[in-house]
């Protein structure tokens, strides 16, 4: 079965400029997850949303990232006016529910602001 | 709050030879133990994990680790290192029973695998 898919796969934004960066968990998954992972470090979590109800974005490292998932199940993070410091990769994950169930990751966005 | 040190992000391993990544951890309630592998442009692949129950846990492709309550370690092994294992590797914990469900990751450790 089709796993996570994350668009686009490589992203290269100006400095100042508006991103976002779509996530599509697994059919069926209650949990999704961003995480941001920046070069030779592992992730960082950014956010989580049951549903469509974001339970934590206490990871979130400025008022410029913003994430949303109206329907509970397609999710995008979207981050104003870019800084050099988010260039990173950005992982999603998704779960059929909380806690115990595996994460399953997508591919990832590489996002590169110049 | 949970984390995990993974010491040595270059990790090398001669092909037939001993696999061994160690994980601490740090938790103040009982935790889950994660091995995520990431090969190149690849999300992460769950290698194997902890939850409860019995401390030794195999997973895939011959990998195995030890929950060491004692030691707050979980280390990773591989009896006999094939090419194909030259990748990433992150240890991770979480501690769903208590409301935290993020994972948080160790800084990794990257295998070259000697012919």
């Known amino acids: 079965g089709a796993g996570v898919s994350q668009s686009p796969r490589y992203k290269v934004a100006k400095r100042g400029q508006d991103v976002a960066l779509r996530c599509d968990p697994i059919s069926g998954h209650v949990s999704l997850f961003w995480y941001q992972q920046a070069l030779g470090q592992g992730p960082e979590f950014l956010t989580y949303f049951q549903n469509e109800a974001q339970l934590d974005k206490s990871g979130l490292p400025s008022d410029r990232f913003f994430a949303e998932r109206p329907e509970g199940s397609v999710s995008t993070l979207k981050i104003q006016r870019t800084q050099q410091e988010d260039s990173a990769v950005y992982l999603c994950a998704s779960s059929l529910v909380q806690g115990v169930h595996e994460q399953y990751f997508g591919p990832g966005t590489r996002l590169t602001v110049t | 709050a949970q984390s995990v040190t993974q010491l040595g992000s270059h990790v090398s391993v001669s092909e037939g030879a001993l696999v061994l990544l160690r994980c601490n951890y740090s938790?103040?309630?009982?935790?889950?133990l994660f091995w995520y592998v990431q090969y190149p442009n690849q999300g992460l692949q769950l290698l194997l994990k902890?939850?409860?129950?019995?401390?030794l846990v195999k997973g895939i492709n011959g990998f195995e680790a030890e929950f060491k309550k004692s030691e707050t370690s979980f280390h990773l092994t591989k009896p006999s290192a094939h090419m194909s294992d030259a990748a990433e590797y992150f240890c991770a914990v979480s501690a769903p029973g208590y409301g935290n469900n993020r994972l948080a990751f160790g800084k990794g450790n990257q295998v070259v695998v000697i012919p």
């Open positions: 938790s103040s309630v009982p935790p889950y």
């Open positions: 902890y939850t409860t129950g019995a401390t």
